[in-house]
């Protein structure tokens, strides 16, 4: 089984001409409201994979919740350890400009109410993947690791955003995930090897002994695992915007492994699984279904 301890959020998204500079104002179009939330994204993304989840969060008391929940509960992920807080539902301000590039703000409220006591009630076996990301307290993603270790569970951290003080978790997990600015970031952290990305998830891989994955947006993604390295290309498609695209990759991954798949076949179901999500608006809706995502791999290899 799948647990992801994270974020859940509303996303509020709008579209502009282009990114603005800091102090200016850009005119803009369409407005929209969809659950996200680092967390929320991949615990979706997962369940579309077809694995079975459980999301572990927080959620405020406002009429933001239910809204922030809804395509999870349609997504059957086990929402029974996301419990509600005093403070508001978290909310991402997320601009999309031209080709789909975007800028986004992440207040956290409920998510910054999870804590130790939320990490050390996760109820963890040797076959299970514990999910992070970095937009929850790191104090409780320190525990949950911890905890994670202790039952023999693998751990997948997504390294987003890149925050400096988590650089110590790193060292803790099985699997890192980094785009490439978080990879550089976290090599340049660690006073590792600054030159190539390949060259840095070797150093990465080499010093923390994990698996380290690299997505590199429309270029695919790359792997390092032990002395194997696989680069796998994204697939051809027209971008509408990156909005939870890596989310899409890094639960599709999970799920991949999570039903025993090795780290390159996991790889290419997750680069597929991330592109598709560049086709539609937004994160959770854009998330694709199993089905749409073997399809287009078997296109690729002429196979479909």
Same mark, same amino acid.
């Given at each position: 089984?799948?647990?992801?301890?994270?974020?859940?959020?509303?996303?509020?998204?709008?579209?502009?001409?282009?990114?603005?500079?800091?102090?200016?104002?850009?005119?803009?179009?369409?407005?929209?409201?969809?659950?996200?939330?680092?967390?929320?994204?991949?615990?979706? =993304?997962? !369940?579309? $994979?077809?694995? +079975?989840? /459980?999301?572990? #969060? %927080?959620?405020?008391?406002?009429? @933001?919740?239910?809204?922030?929940?809804?395509?999870?509960?349609?997504?059957?992920?086990?929402?029974?350890?996301?419990?509600?807080?005093?403070?508001?539902?978290?909310?991402?301000?997320?601009?999309?400009?031209?080709?789909?590039?975007?800028?986004?703000?992440?207040?956290?409220?409920?998510?910054?109410?999870?804590?130790?006591?939320?990490?050390?009630?996760?109820?963890?076996?040797?076959?299970?993947?514990?999910?992070?990301?970095?937009?929850?307290?790191?104090? =409780?993603? !320190?525990? $949950?690791?911890? +905890?994670? /270790?202790?039952? #023999? %569970?693998?751990?997948?951290?997504? @390294?987003?955003?890149?925050?400096?003080?988590?650089?110590?978790?790193?060292?803790?997990?099985?699997?890192?995930?980094?785009?490439?600015?978080?990879?550089?970031?976290?090599?340049?952290?660690?006073?590792?090897?600054?030159?190539?990305?390949?060259?840095?998830?070797?150093?990465?891989?080499?010093?923390?002994?994990?698996?380290?994955?690299?997505?590199?947006?429309?270029?695919?993604?790359?792997?390092?695992?032990?002395?194997?390295?696989?680069?796998?290309?994204?697939?051809?498609?027209? $971008?509408?915007?990156?909005?939870?695209?890596?989310?899409?990759?890094?639960?599709?991954?999970?799920?991949?492994?999570?039903?025993?798949?090795?780290?390159?076949?996991?790889?290419?179901?997750?680069?597929?699984?991330?592109?598709?999500?560049?086709?539609?608006?937004?994160?959770?809706?854009?998330?694709?279904?199993?089905?749409?995502?073997?399809?287009?791999?078997?296109?690729?290899?002429?196979?479909?």
């Amino acid at each position: 089984m799948i647990t992801v301890f994270g974020s859940i959020n509303l996303d509020l998204m709008g579209t502009v001409e282009r990114l603005p500079r800091p102090g200016e104002t850009v005119p803009g179009g369409a407005f929209q409201t969809a659950p996200g939330g680092k967390g929320a994204n991949q615990a979706l =993304a997962a !369940a579309r $994979a077809g694995t +079975r989840v /459980r999301l572990v #969060g %927080a959620v405020g008391r406002d009429s @933001f919740s239910e809204l922030a929940l809804a395509l999870l509960k349609a997504g059957g992920v086990d929402l029974s350890k996301v419990r509600t807080a005093q403070d508001d539902t978290g909310v991402a301000l997320i601009l999309v400009g031209p080709g789909g590039e975007n800028m986004i703000a992440v207040l956290p409220g409920a998510n910054g109410t999870i804590g130790q006591a939320d990490a050390k009630a996760l109820d963890l076996t040797h076959d299970d993947i514990l999910v992070l990301q970095l937009e929850i307290p790191i104090d =409780a993603i !320190a525990v $949950a690791i911890e +905890r994670a /270790r202790q039952s #023999g %569970a693998r751990v997948l951290l997504n @390294f987003a955003p890149f925050r400096r003080d988590a650089v110590p978790l790193a060292r803790m997990v099985t699997h890192l995930i980094v785009n490439e600015t978080e990879c550089a970031s976290l090599a340049e952290a660690m006073g590792l090897e600054t030159g190539s990305i390949d060259k840095q998830a070797r150093a990465l891989a080499a010093e923390l002994q994990a698996a380290v994955i690299v997505t590199l947006g429309a270029d695919g993604a790359i792997a390092v695992e032990d002395r194997s390295a696989w680069t796998v290309p994204a697939l051809p498609v027209q $971008a509408i915007d990156t909005v939870g695209a890596g989310d899409g990759f890094c639960g599709y991954l999970a799920a991949a492994l999570s039903a025993g798949q090795p780290l390159e076949a996991a790889l290419r179901l997750a680069t597929a699984a991330g592109s598709l999500t560049c086709t539609k608006s937004g994160a959770q809706l854009a998330l694709p279904e199993r089905r749409e995502v073997e399809t287009a791999l078997r296109t690729l290899s002429g196979t479909g």
